[in-house]
């Protein structure tokens, strides 16, 4: 049995493939450790009960000592019933032949109806992060749609951008991926992302001292610029090709990368990416939901302020808040 007070999660999408893989790694203790009890509220449309009873099946005979209790409904006003935590996840995906911007409008509808559920039955407080696509947009409406919740409490995913690019670093500088620091996804979700490696170092430490590289010196300009920054933001988009499914369990370990660090701050002098309100900040409009290197300290993330920023990355960025700006723009009678 776990020592601390049973905090509440729910997961919408809970049968999908994502929930899958979320639901077991957050019960068994991967997102908040073994002495934190969790009730699992797991939501699901009213065709994929069955399967989500299924799953709640499954998860009974884990045997998880830090699961409570499960709850499964199809019904917003039980499922986010005193949340402390919200894992969006359900929505529709997107397939080989439709574009993301194709998803907006469907699954804009859904996101509005959880933000006014949220704002209704949730816990004033609750973390929200929105991994259903278009996941900044869809983050955007369910905080509009919230105004009792603080907007810093809306945030979407782009932890797996983040992972990805430092994956790849990693590869071609030959360290280990944990050596690699200070990496950045700016923007969107999507095509239009940057994964900017302009402050990214990769760092050894040795028994007395520590070593750090600039990641910018050990790779060429034109890999950077013609093989990194598509890769990654095609990186999605290839793994839907070759499983014919988009990435899941990947997508489960970014989700509790991306809680963890929020709720129990980043280490080692290093940022991550997230989602979350633009303050301006990198003359982002105000409001969209934009990724940023950020912090995170007592449950709170802040942006990184003041960076040079080069030509090269001021135009990049500026195309990924223009993308936003649009899907800000195709939703606005939601928000
Ligand atoms: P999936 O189709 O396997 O599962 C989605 C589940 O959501 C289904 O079981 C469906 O019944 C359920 N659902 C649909 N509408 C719902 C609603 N209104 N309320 C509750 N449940 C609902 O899809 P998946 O592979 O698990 O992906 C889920 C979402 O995550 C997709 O939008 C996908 O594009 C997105 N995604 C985002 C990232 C990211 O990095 N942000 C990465 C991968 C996938
Ligand atoms: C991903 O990044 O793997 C997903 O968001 C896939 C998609 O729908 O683009």
């Given at each position: 049995m776990s020592t601390k007070k049973a905090v509440r999660i729910a997961i919408t999408g809970a049968a999908g493939q994502i929930g899958y893989q979320l639901a077991f790694r957050i019960a068994s203790g991967q997102l908040f450790g073994k002495d934190q009890s969790i009730i699992l509220q797991l939501i699901e449309i009213t065709p994929a009960i069955e399967a989500l009873k299924g799953v709640a099946m499954e998860l009974d005979d884990c045997s998880f000592d830090t699961l409570d209790k499960i709850i499964v409904t199809d019904k917003l006003e039980i499922g986010f019933k005193d949340i402390n935590y919200a894992f969006l996840v359900g929505a529709k995906p997107r397939t080989?032949?439709?574009?993301?911007k194709d998803l907006l409008l469907g699954n804009a509808k859904i996101f509005s109806e959880q933000g006014k559920s949220l704002n209704m039955?949730?816990?004033?407080n609750v973390k929200v992060l929105v991994v259903g696509n278009p996941a900044n947009t869809n983050a955007l409406i369910a905080r509009e749609n919230a105004p009792n919740i603080d907007p810093k409490n809306f945030t979407a995913m782009t932890r797996l951008d983040h992972n990805r690019a430092k994956a790849q670093i990693a590869i071609k500088t030959n360290a280990h991926v944990s050596e690699i620091k200070k990496m950045i996804i700016w923007g969107n979700h999507s095509a239009t992302q940057y994964p900017d490696i302009s402050y990214c170092v990769k760092r050894k430490r040795g028994p007395i001292s520590i070593h750090e590289e600039k990641i910018i010196e050990l790779v060429n300009q034109e890999w950077y610029r013609e093989k990194f920054i598509p890769l990654v933001q095609q990186r999605g988009t290839e793994i839907i090709k070759a499983r014919?499914?988009?990435?899941?369990a990947s997508a489960a370990s970014a989700a509790i990368d991306h809680m963890r660090d929020w709720v129990q701050g980043t280490s080692d002098n290093d940022w991550v990416s997230m989602g979350v309100a633009s303050d301006g900040s990198y003359s982002i409009s105000e409001g969209v939901v934009f990724s940023y290197p950020v912090i995170c300290n007592n449950g709170e993330y802040s942006i990184i302020k003041n960076l040079d920023i080069d030509e090269f990355s001021n135009d990049k960025i500026g195309l990924t808040n223009n993308e936003l700006r649009e899907e800000r723009s195709a939703v606005e009678e939601l928000l």
């Open positions: 080989a032949d439709i574009e993301r039955f949730a816990d004033n014919g499914a988009s990435s899941a």
